[in-house]
């Protein structure tokens, strides 16, 4: 059950170790460097992050010639990124489209109540609305995690998906659930897709960018 008081997850919070605030400095003057010339904005954490390294070789063949900032930070929960939207990342942005998958660490970290997750989730497609009103927003549905279909990581993250789908307007918020392209027919996660059973190995971020490349390119030409 969620508790009465205001969940984390809503509450921008500020992280302080020295990477993630040394990451949050070269971002802001990553994008002062473009110009704020920025089209297309992925949002999240490790998962997102990892473009700059695992997924490095597909960003530069999918991403880099469309003018796109990646702002995720590893270990982020909902309640980082919404810190991080409030305090300079998206100033003076004006990007056509918004990449946004956030949540896994809410329900591995702290093992939260779905609810919370979708509620954090939530306020951050809230503040991103308020603040670049002109931005579309692709929620991509958390990605399955732990190796069976029956793990109550799996569930925990399969119940916030079914809450958060239900905030696309289909006008300025969209939703895209490609969980299945990371599954085996039984709805297993092998090692060789996610090492860690979290994490993306390197070729399925081939495996992302391309069952994200149509709704990616209606958005930006819409």
């Excluded at 702290?110 to 929620?139: C, F, M, W, Y």
């Excluded at 990371?182 to 059973?197: A, Q, R």
């Amino acid at each position: 059950m969620t508790n009465s008081k205001t969940p984390l997850s809503v509450t921008a919070t500020e992280r302080n170790e020295d990477w993630w605030q040394q990451r949050h400095q070269q971002k802001l003057a990553e994008k002062r460097a473009l110009n704020n010339d920025i089209d297309l904005v992925f949002l999240g954490d490790s998962i997102t992050h990892s473009w700059e390294d695992t997924g490095l070789a597909t960003w530069q063949k999918h991403y880099a010639h469309l003018k796109a900032l990646n702002l995720g930070y590893s270990g982020d929960r909902t309640e980082h990124l919404l810190w991080r939207v409030q305090n300079g990342e998206i100033d003076d942005l004006s990007p056509k489209l918004i990449v946004l998958l956030i949540g896994t660490n809410n329900a591995g970290h702290r093992v939260e109540a779905h609810e919370d997750t979708a509620a954090g989730v939530k306020v951050i497609i809230q503040e991103l609305r308020h603040r670049l009103p002109n931005s579309k927003i692709l929620v991509l549905a958390t990605f399955p995690r732990s190796k069976s279909l029956n793990a109550p990581m799996r569930k925990r993250v399969n119940a916030t998906n079914a809450l958060v789908q239900h905030f696309a307007d289909n006008k300025h918020i969209f939703w895209l659930d490609i969980g299945q392209e990371f599954l085996t027919s039984d709805g297993i996660v092998l090692d060789t897709v996610m090492p860690d059973f979290l994490h993306l190995a390197p070729k399925q971020y081939q495996v992302w960018a391309q069952a994200m490349e149509s709704k990616i390119v209606e958005l930006l030409n819409c």
